[in-house]
C-alpha cells in the first residue's frame, strides 16, 4: 500500500517511463512519414474524439470494478483485526477455573490461552501466505516482458522490501512441532488451523474449562474467521473477468493507433512547427489512456505481492502484538514500517 500523499515524479517516470518511450517512438515515426510526404492519411477529429470518449468510460468502468475488489479485501482485512481481537478477549476471558470440578493450575491456564492465540496468530500468516501464491491470470505468472517487470515491482516496490522479516512469521514458531509437521501438509493449512482450534475448544469443553455458552460463542467466533478467509480466497481466485479485463487493453491500443493520424494532420494547420508540436501532444494523450489502463490492471488483483497490495503483513503483526500483550506478554516483534513509501 502506497502510503505518501502523492506519488512523485521520479516514482512515476519508474513506473511508466518505458511508456512514454515507446510512445514517443511511435509518435516520432508517423510525424516523419507525414513530414517527408510519405503518408498524407487524415482521418477526421469526430470519429476518433467519439473512440476516445468510449474508451474512457470503458477503462473507468474497469477501474472502477478494480477498486472495489481492493476495497473489499480492505474490508475483510479489518474484519479479521477486529475479530481477532475479540478472539484475544474471549479466549483471556472464557478460558478459566469457573466451570472446572478439578482445579487447573494457573500455568496450565496460561498455556491453554497461549496455545490458542498463538495458533490464532500461525493462522494469521498462513493465511496471508496462501493469498501471496500467484494465480495464471497474475502478471508474474505471465511469460516475457510482463513477466519480468512484474518480478521487477515486486522486488523493489513490493514484497521484496519485506524479505527481512520473513523469519519472524514463520509457521512453526507459533504451532508446536507436531501439529506444525501435521497441519503444514494439507493443502489448505490455514483451513487446517481453524478446525484445530474447534478441536480443542472441544477438549477444553469435555474437560470442563469452558461451559456450553462459551463454546458456542467462540466456535460462532471461529465460523466467522472462516467466512472472512472465504472472501479472501473469492477474490483471489475468482479474476476480474477477462473480456472486462482484456478488451479495455485493445481499445486503448486501438486508439492510440489511430489518434496520430488525426492528431498530426489537424497540428499541421496551425504552425510550421506544429507538426513537431504533435509529437508531445499525441505522446502524453496516449500516456494519459494507458496509464488509466496499467491503473486498473495492477489494482484488480489486491493479493499480487506489490506496491498496490493490502498490507496483510503490517495488518497481521498489528494483530499479534495485541493478541501477545493480552497475554502480557514484553519481548514484542517490532511493527511493520513503511519502505520508501510503501507499507507491505
Known amino acids: 500500500m502506497i502510503i505518501t500523499k502523492g506519488i512523485s515524479v521520479g516514482k512515476l517516470i519508474k513506473w511508466s517511463g ?8 511511435f509518435m516520432s515515426l508517423i510525424t516523419t512519414l507525414y513530414y517527408f510526404k510519405i503518408i498524407n492519411i487524415v482521418i477526421p477529429w469526430l470519429p476518433v474524439s467519439v473512440i476516445g470518449t468510449a474508451v474512457a468510460f470503458y477503462v473507468g468502468f474497469k477501474n472502477n470494478q478494480a477498486y472495489d ?28 477455573n469457573q466451570f472446572t470440578e478439578k482445579k487447573i493450575s494457573e500455568d496450565k491456564i496460561k498455556g491453554i490461552k497461549k496455545r490458542l492465540l498463538y495458533r490464532h496468530i500461525g493462522w494469521l500468516y498462513a493465511h496471508r501466505s496462501q493469498l501471496l501464491v500467484a494465480t495464471p491470470w497474475e502478471h508474474i505468472s505471465q511469460s516475457g516482458h510482463i513477466a519480468k517487470t512484474a518480478k521487477m515491482y515486486q522486488r523493489k516496490f513490493g514484497i521484496g522490501l519485506v524479505d527481512d522479516e520473513v523469519t519472524r512469521t514463520e509457521l512453526k514458531l507459533f504451532l508446536p512441532p507436531e501439529e506444525y509437521d501435521r497441519l503444514i501438509g494439507y493443502v489448505n493449512t490455514a483451513t487446517q488451523i481453524i478446525n484445530e482450534q474447534s478441536r480443542d475448544l472441544k477438549k477444553l469443553r469435555e474437560l470442563g474449562v469452558i461451559e456450553d455458552f462459551r463454546h458456542m460463542e467462540m466456535v460462532n467466533l471461529l465460523k466467522n474467521f472462516y467466512t472472512l478467509q472465504g ?5 483471489k481466485k ?25 492528431m498530426i494532420p489537424e497540428l499541421m494547420k496551425l504552425t510550421n512547427f506544429g507538426i513537431w508540436l504533435s509529437i508531445p501532444i499525441a505522446t502524453l494523450i496516449g500516456w494519459i489512456y494507458v496509464m488509466m489502463e496499467v491503473v486498473g490492471d495492477y489494482s484488480e488483483n489486491p493479493f499480487q505481492g506489490m506496491a498496490n497490495d493490502i498490507p496483510m503483513l503490517s495488518l497481521c503483526r498489528i494483530i499479534e502484538i495485541d493478541l501477545r500483550e493480552i497475554l502480557e506478554e514484553t519481548d514484542l ?12
Open 69 to 96: 475488489r481492493m476495497w473489499e479485501a480492505r474490508k475483510i482485512w479489518g474484519g479479521i483485526v477486529n475479530d481477532s481481537r475479540s478472539w484475544g478477549m474471549m479466549v483471556d476471558g472464557f478460558i478459566t
Open 238 to 262: 475468482f479474476p476480474l473477468p477477462r473480456q472486462y479485463a482484456n478488451m479495455s487493453r485493445y481499445f486503448v491500443a486501438i486508439f492510440i493507433f489511430l489518434l496520430p493520424f488525426s
Open 231 to 235: 472472501k479472501n480466497e473469492r477474490i
Open 18 to 25: 518505458h511508456h512514454i518511450i515507446w510512445l514517443l517512438i
Open 333 to 344: 516483534p517490532p511493527a511493520i514500517e513503511a519502505k520508501k513509501g510503501i507499507l507491505m
